[in-house]
């Protein structure tokens, strides 16, 4: 059932011994909004935990180093920025079915909780908790709106794609202005620092670049061998895919990876008007205008034809 | 003199013929600056033209295309995001001590014009121009909205940096509700978009790295040689210093480049407090806290040897 601010408030002021999900793979806002949950709850005097399949990485300390929460028998049960329960990983098969708040923004919410607070328009699952503890008139601690202000930042891209609300900016103002954020700071860890091995992994994997239909398509192939000789695994390779449509002519980028058995995990980017989902799915694939996916199986040459085909067609 | 909005509007609704100068190796900011100011004098009734010492760079072609303005003789003078005339280039000889009202937001402007509207802790000179548009009740067009959030969104590094203000952020949401701004596809552009060359050069860059004190100090040397071999003049290089310290150990980097006439230019950058302009007046250089220069001279093993040493002694 979607609910509004009202009803959430009073379920939140008349909850007790919460446990706050978080989806697997973390990122800035789910953290920031899991995180920034337990300080409410906290302020309200009730008692918080936050869970995640995956362990939290480092980078994000400076949300989680206040402590996940001690454990206890838990009476509320609130998922923050979950769409739809597959993504709880292990904790579906103790929490499925049982969510009683969640709290998200994405269109694509399956409305599996007791109660959803979903404003599908919003940047950040943070923004959502942002209105709803200015509509309850909770104080923020600076922890808080720094982890609130990290959920709107890194969904953003620092307030630079499609998907950034005036709200965002509004935000980021009114927090500015009233608490003490070291912004810059966060900025600095979230988009501009890299370790040396991905430094050197994104000059590796720059070199790889393939160019077609007049350098407006470029593609990535990453073959088991070549990962073998490079020293990496697939998964070091998450979050490349944006380096693809980085060169100024390029429309589509496609980065393509031998997974274990042999088929090839293909993921699409848009920098402007070609929507790759649409592309994908003729593959069997799916996802976003600007970010999508499929898989193919077959020789890698012949699988290069068919992608380059697709896109040709896509810009006649 | 400091004058306020109230003066400066005085003083635009009763010019004409007006030249508007931005300064030399321009950038986001005062190309927005001064083709916002051109639609706004346009709205004005005031024919006006934009020029500067260096040719504007094609990628901000989406700013200068309405055109810099026709040719005719000038009989108000305007600078704007200019701290000192000797930044006008050629066109000091020509309006050097002429100019009549400065639009700017640099803390260490020399108060040169005859009026200067000075918002020292403004984000960018956009930032001052579109709260004096504000303040004049002047409807922007959507060119004159996109030229404004185009400056203020590069010299904040897309809301990234301390020099941040909430009001940056405010205007941000008030254009994005009231003008149909492409602001995404501006920031894809000023952000994310790099030249095949531009990628090359700088995985060339990021392989002559060289760390010292514990990997707290990243220092980039360019000698003649190096740059001859790479193919690439000093002035391609201009812009990348902040690649020093993207590695996420690094609180200072320096970049040296050889000059031709044997010298060494030295940026530095600091990733948090320290402030390397107080290292570089120890050299006789000198800049901001976390962007500052200098120059050195003698042998590269020397001048290497005495900047660590600078360094080292600031950790102590």
Redesign the interface.
Known sequence: MYIGFSEAETFLRNCSDAVIITHRNPDGDCIGAGFAMRDILTELGVRSRVVCHDEFPKRYDFMTSTGAGEDFEPQTVIAVDIADESLMGRYQEIYGGKVQLCIDHHISNKDYAERTLLRPRATAACEVIYDLAQYMGVRLTTHCATCLYTGIATDS??????C????A??I???M??SYDIN???I???M??????GR?KLE?AV??LMEHYLGGRLVMIVLTKQIMDEMGVQSEELEGFA?LT????DAEVGIMVRERSDGTYKCSFRS??DVNVSEICQTFGGGGHAKAAGCTMTGDIADVRKRLVDAVRRTFE
Chains 1, 2 share one sequence.
């Open positions: 891209g620092c307030f630079k794609y499609d950034t609300t005036p709200r900016h509004e980021a103002a009114e500015m202005r912004f810059a700071r900025n600095r860890y988009f501009d620092v890299k370790s040396l430094m000059s720059t070199r944006p449509i980085q060169l100024e920098a402007n």
